[in-house]
């Protein structure tokens, strides 16, 4: 389809294409012909621009409305912009500064470099973005760490070869002692080190039980409790929820209420976030969204590695009338900061 539509549009069809996207994601007001002559510099008249609008309305990349004589995107406007017309290092030396800035902010835990770029990316394109951390349950345990807090109280710390941190507390029915705690250090870690999370499961139980003089009052609930926080849904987190307000599409109730409905359900967000594929910056327009709840909004996934370690994933939602350009440049530039390239 893409071939066919590239055989559609010639060299100044695919300018004026770009100028009406352009103009109208800055002013949010269905361009004309004299506006992308002034404002644009298309080296021809006004007659040629109309009709040539004309032909683009035909093949669907332009919508008319009712109150204008101007022409808006529509859906495949917008994605045919995106696929071939769009600048992607639509970045300022400013923003360069800030989002480097931003990013040398020392952090303790993956999650939080996470936020950074969630936050930073919200900061610059004025969009609302929602982020998640990596999958826990695909990342290899690098290292499992037993403190004991009291007789009957022990501390678990789990590290994953991407970073990631957690904690929990297990508590016991009966006493358990320092020499106890060294013995599970070593045949926990002897049996899981650089092994998928996923890994704790009946057998391992069955081989620790087997391997390990100690009751099982003791040994269960550790596993009970390990497997419990390791499976524990990632949060999400929320950056700049406020910016869309700004925005002249969420003057409309319906449109605002909607919006507030996605971000209030979390299992949608999550959804959305874990769409697409790895490594890729992904965009749905409209009606790709697979979620009808998303229908009246484009969305623009990211999911970021840092030297091949999933770190998360950032999700940009806005109006269908998204500044692509700045959206996507920010990303690719963030990628690169996360990634040591310059």
């Known amino acids: ?54 032909e683009l309305e035909k093949s669907g990349f332009l919508d008319k409305t009712h109150t204008s004589s101007g022409r808006i995107p529509s859906a495949k406007g917008y994605r045919y912009y995106v696929d071939e017309l769009l600048n992607d290092n639509d970045i300022s030396l400013e923003e360069v500064k800030y989002i480097s800035s ?29 982020s998640i951390g990596p999958k826990t349950m695909t990342q290899l345990i690098e290292e499992i760490k037993f403190v004991l807090l009291g007789t ?5 710390v789990i590290l994953t070869d991407s970073g990631l941190v957690k904690e929990t507390i297990i508590k016991f029915d009966e006493d358990v002692n320092e020499k106890q705690v060294e013995t599970m250090n070593y045949m926990f870690n002897n049996k899981l080190k650089n092994q998928p999370i996923d890994t704790i499961d009946r057998p391992l139980e069955e081989y620790l039980y087997d391997e390990m003089t100690y009751s099982v009052n003791v040994i269960k609930p550790i596993i009970e ?8 849904d990632n949060k999400i987190y929320l950056e700049g929820t406020n910016k869309s307000f700004d925005l002249p599409e969420f003057n409309s109730l319906e449109v605002a209420k909607n919006f507030v409905n996605i971000l209030d359900t979390k299992e949608l967000v999550a959804d959305m976030l874990n ?68």
Not at 105 to 129: G, R
Not at 225 to 232: F, H, S, T, W
């Open 225 to 232: 409790q390990i497997k419990r926080v390791l499976e524990e």
């Open 152 to 156: 009957r109280m022990m501390m678990a």
């Open 275 to 342: 769409s697409g594929f790895a490594e890729d910056i992904n965009v749905y327009i409209g009606e790709e969204n697979e979620k009808q709840e998303l229908k009246d909004f484009s969305v623009v996934t990211f999911k970021h590695k840092v030297k091949g370690k999933d770190i998360g994933t950032i999700g940009i939602i806005g109006p269908k009338r998204m500044d692509y350009s700045k959206v996507i440049s920010v990303m690719k530039y963030i990628n690169k900061k996360l990634n040591g390239e310059n």
């Open 102 to 130: 931003k990013l040398e902010t020392k952090v303790n835990e993956i999650e939080d470099l996470t936020k950074i770029a969630a936050n930073t990316i919200s900061e610059v394109t004025h969009y609302t973005t929602v």
């Open 1 to 54: 389809m893409l071939k066919e539509v590239k055989n559609l549009l010639d060299e100044r069809k695919k300018k004026v294409l770009q100028a009406i996207v352009e103009e109208y994601i800055n002013t949010a007001e269905p361009v004309s012909s004299n506006a992308l002559t002034k404002s644009h510099g298309l080296e021809c008249s006004s007659a040629t621009i109309r009709n040539e609008m004309s």
